[in-house]
């Protein structure tokens, strides 16, 4: 048993029956299309069984069927209910009365199937009766003649909550919601029967159906909901595979921050993949802070998540998430050289000094990070920011070779002398320092240009460090490089201060 009840409606031009899955719309309803066919409905109707016509309708109400165009002839078929509740039935062709013969009363059952079909009116018991007569197939048959898409959606519901499906079936119900037009009522289906679905066995068949919705805000949504509702590692890759066909820059990096939230290594390849498609410096940048904040530095991903923040084009974008990285332990040398080669690509001097000097008041100060500090250091065109970075670099001890030559090979390209006397200043009077760092200090020294300022480091170095024979002779030979007879005597004297 079906019933109707509905408002005045019109909706000219548009597909057939689009008042919605219930069309209860109050006292009257009418619907119209391209197609020269109408229905009226006033009150309640309730139709037939097997929906050829109508059972009843409340006193004084009506059914109207119009069809017709100037190539067929105008067909109208009435059902009116009087004061009691009693029916009387009309059918008119091109406006005279004819008897409701075998033609017409086809003509009459096809329009009320459509009616009840195209509306959703009754589905729920709709699709009990035919799935007693011929199971989930014959039902699925049934929703394939459905032009509407919320009626279709209202069906599936119906057949995917109460028809104790078998897993086929379930995957067969995700092949028929593919076919909703309708990306808004696609979308809810999913979301509705989301909970039936998100399981090892079935997954992968909602997913499909997930990604065959075209609107990017209703893709967001539903796959947001599955993540929601599903933390595991296989819902998570299938919802960050998914997350690569959403054209929305905004969209998908909101989903991926949602999937970050509690990052599964099961979805890091598909993860990246969509990330590395967001165009969006800023909104790559969002995604890729709240997995840095989540992943727990895994090493695997920490290399990924570098790479993918390489190819941020801003380079206070990728400053502002390489300096949020350089808070973690970069002790992998996979993920250090990740970091630097995504440091590597910013232009910008003032940018990768600071994420250079980040990278200093972090945990990780080992020669490798050293090494790689003072080897991007070296690109650096601006002396200022090149010897600020420098600076820091010699506040931490370089007993390691490869440290020490890659910070030195830096230090030979400042080309301002006040700038590499301000480095190498702060490299002598380190308490403690090598004997192999002073040497090179005072080497890097000799090819200052400026006589006071090279003598300064002279007699810094004699006063600090001139009691060590590899030193002194250093001295010695630097001594060599200065024209200013003061400033060849002012180190002379401190070299023979140091001797007596």
């Known amino acids: ?75 109208e078929y009435k059902v009116q209910a009087d004061d009691n509740g009693n029916l009387t039935r009309t059918y008119f062709v091109d406006g005279q009365k004819r008897p409701l013969n075998g033609a017409a009363q086809a003509w009459v059952a096809a ?55 078998n897993e086929g079936q379930f995957r067969d119900a995700m092949r028929a919601a593919r076919r909703i037009g309708s990306d808004g009522d696609k979308a809810q289906l999913l979301i509705d029967v989301a909970d039936q679905y998100l399981r090892d066995d079935l997954r992968e068949a909602w997913f499909n159906a997930a990604s065959s919705i075209g609107s990017d805000g ?22 960050a595979r998914s997350a690569g066909g959403i054209g929305s820059d905004g969209d998908k990096s909101a989903l991926l921050v949602e999937i970050a939230h509690d990052f599964k290594p099961q979805a890091r390849q598909a993860w990246f993949h969509a990330a590395s498609t967001i165009g969006s410096d800023g909104d790559r940048l969002n995604a890729l802070r709240a997995l840095l904040r989540s992943s727990n530095t895994q090493p695997d991903t920490m290399v990924d998540l570098l790479h993918c923040a390489a190819g941020i084009g801003s380079d206070g974008d990728k400053a502002a998430l390489l300096r949020d990285a350089a808070a973690y332990p970069l002790t992998d040398p996979a993920v250090q050289h990740a970091f630097f080669t995504a440091a590597n690509t910013m232009g910008s001097d003032g940018d990768r000094a600071s994420v250079l000097s980040a990278l200093l008041t972090g945990p990780s100060r080992d020669a490798g990070v050293l090494a790689g500090i003072a080897d991007s250091a070296r690109h650096i065109g601006s002396d200022g920011d090149k010897a600020s970075v420098l600076t820091r670099v010699a506040d931490a001890r370089m007993d390691e070779p490869s440290a020490r030559q890659s910070f030195f090979a830096a230090v030979n390209t400042i080309g301002s002398d006040d700038d590499r006397t301000r480095v190498l200043t702060q490299v002598i009077r380190q308490q403690g320092v090598p004997a192999e760092t002073v040497v090179a200090a005072i080497e890097a020294a000799a090819s200052i240009g400026s006589d006071d300022n090279k003598a300064r480091l002279l007699v810094l170095a004699a ?38």
């Open 218 to 239: 209703d893709r967001r949504r539903v796959l947001g909901e599955a993540v929601r509702q599903d933390r595991s590692g296989e819902t998570l890759a299938l919802a």
């Open 463 to 500: 006063d600090t460090h001139a009691a060590d024979p590899a030193v002194r002779a250093a001295l010695e030979k630097a001594l060599e490089s200065i024209h200013s007879d003061n400033d060849y005597r002012r180190v002379t004297s401190a070299l023979l201060h140091k001797t007596t």
């Open 111 to 165: 329009e009320m199937l459509r009616l009840i079909r195209e509306t959703g009116i009754g589905a729920a018991a709709r699709v009990q009766r035919i799935l007693r007569a011929g199971g989930p197939t014959a039902v699925l048959t049934e929703i394939a003649q459905i032009d509407s898409d919320g009626s279709k959606r209202t069906y599936l519901r119906e057949l995917i909550d109460n028809g104790h499906l």
């Open 1 to 75: 048993m079906r019933t109707l009840s509905a408002v005045l409606f019109s909706c000219a031009l548009i597909p057939l029956f689009s008042c919605g899955d219930s069309c209860e719309f109050g006292a009257n309803c009418w619907v119209s299309s391209s197609e020269n066919r109408s229905i009226q409905i006033h009150g309640t109707a309730e139709f037939s069984d097997d929906d050829r016509d109508v059972k009843s309708l409340t006193p004084g109400g009506f059914v109207l069927i119009r069809e017709g165009s100037w190539m067929n002839p105008y067909r």
